[in-house]
């Protein structure tokens, strides 16, 4: 049962092995090169519910050494998704961590591939600053030979008939036929009180968010790892794709509803936004939803 899973004991089940634990602790019980996709959101040192305040150049240093044991995990031709918004000092000046971070990667060899932004509608309202309504994805590759399988996550193309007007190709279909890129702006709600997802997490990932990463970054059977797990939605994400999934957090409550939510995927009974769906527009009939 869900209420007997204890503090650092690792509950696997088929495809995913769940511990609630620190991460250092847990990542250092796998074996080298091991994962070929990580992806995670960890905490912005802004007081969270579930993070502690602390010094920016302790969080940094913290973060430092989470950062060096993944890259020991990395697989050399795998991918680091590091999905991060911005630190509030007290005095009320932005710092962007992955501004902040980006150089740790670059002390470890690992190369740049994309700064993604996630954009979304909804947050909290700024009085002294325009509202932040994005955050930001760093997808660093451990080398120039890595998995990027682009069509699996094409998006419907504007003007999905256009045709070459002449030359050569006249007539013939000027855009791919499985949609285009979905370039590096990527506008995927987030998950606030309203949303299918909602747990009890208060900055939970929204699961369509980490499919993209699992089908554009991995291939079936890898292993992907979330070392910040929350309540499971990269591990999800992994199980939805037939990857296999790993995580730990150090908030039991949280473990809990993770392994909650997949029993239920695997009952088929787990909720989540399919990927693709149009984000809701008041301004259209049924919020331009079919």
Known sequence: MISQVSFLTPTITANSTIVCDDNMHFMRNLPDESMQLIVTSPPYNIGKSYEKRSELDDYIKAQSEVIGEC????????SICWQIGNHIAKDGEVVPLDLVLYP?????????????????????????????????????????????????????????????????????????PLGKNPSDVWIIPNVKNNHVEKTIH?????????????????????????????VGSSV??????????????????????????IKQLRDGTLRTRPMGKPVYDPNLPNGGHK
């Open 202 to 230: 208060p900055c939970q990932f929204p699961v369509e968010l980490v499919e993209r990463l699992v089908l554009a970054l991995s291939d079936e059977g890898d292993n992907v790892l979330d070392p910040y797990l929350g």
């Open 104 to 176: 740790i990667f670059k002390e470890h060899g690992l190369k740049l591939r994309n700064r993604i932004v996630w954009h979304f509608e909804h947050g909290l309202h700024s009085k002294k600053r325009f509202s932040g309504r994005y955050e930001t994805i760093l997808w660093f590759t451990k080398s120039d030979d890595y998995v990027f399988n682009l069509d699996p996550v094409r998006v419907p193309s504007k003007y999905p008939n256009k045709r070459h007007f002449k030359g050569p190709k006249a007539g013939e279909l000027s855009g791919n």
């Open 71 to 78: 890259v020991r995990l990395l697989a050399p031709g795998g």
């Open 236 to 261: 999800i994400a992994a199980l939805l794709h037939d990857r296999n999934g790993f995580g730990c957090d150090t908030e039991q409550s949280y473990i809990e509803v993770a392994l909650q939510r």
